[in-house]
């Protein structure tokens, strides 16, 4: 499994909301200022379905990343399988005003290791940002 995991200045409330509610996801859910996530749905519940399209911002490349809940506690773990059979989990640790967010998943084949937890590691830290510069 590949680990990431950052620490955001934000309530628990704020964290799962923005993380977990579409029209959030379609703003921070992209690795790098040259992509952009132009559809989000997401079903939050066990066997519920979620599914991003990520593109390039010039519209040369995009795909689809879906998956199917297997654990949802709220404020608390997220886990699904996607679309190729990996999991993932994601644990939200509720500190106070500070909530350590972490993501455990299974690499795929195509790219090195290394490289996918650049991506992920890019994409939390683009929630980070996202989270503690949004008001709500």
Do not use: C
Not at 6 to 14: D, G, L, P, V, Y
Not at 58 to 74: A, H, K, L, P, Q
Not at 89 to 94: R, S
Not at 95 to 108: A, C, I, Q, R, S
């Amino acid at each position: 499994m590949i680990t990431v995991e950052s620490t955001i200045n934000a309530s628990i409330e704020k964290v799962w909301e923005l993380w977990t509610v579409p029209e959030h996801i379609m703003k921070w859910n992209n690795a790098s200022e040259d992509w952009h996530t132009p559809f989000a749905e997401n079903d939050l519940r066990v066997g519920g379905k979620f599914k991003y399209t990520m593109a390039s911002k010039e519209g040369t490349m995009s795909f689809d990343f879906e998956g199917i809940y297997t654990t949802v506690i709220n404020h608390s773990l997220i886990e699904y399988k996607l679309a190729d059979d990996r999991e993932v989990k994601i644990t939200f640790e509720n500190h106070g005003n500070k909530v350590m967010l972490t993501e455990k998943f299974d690499p795929e084949t195509e790219n090195s290791e290394a490289l996918q937890q650049q991506g992920w590691q890019a994409i939390l830290d683009n929630f980070k940002k996202y989270v503690e510069t949004s008001t709500f």
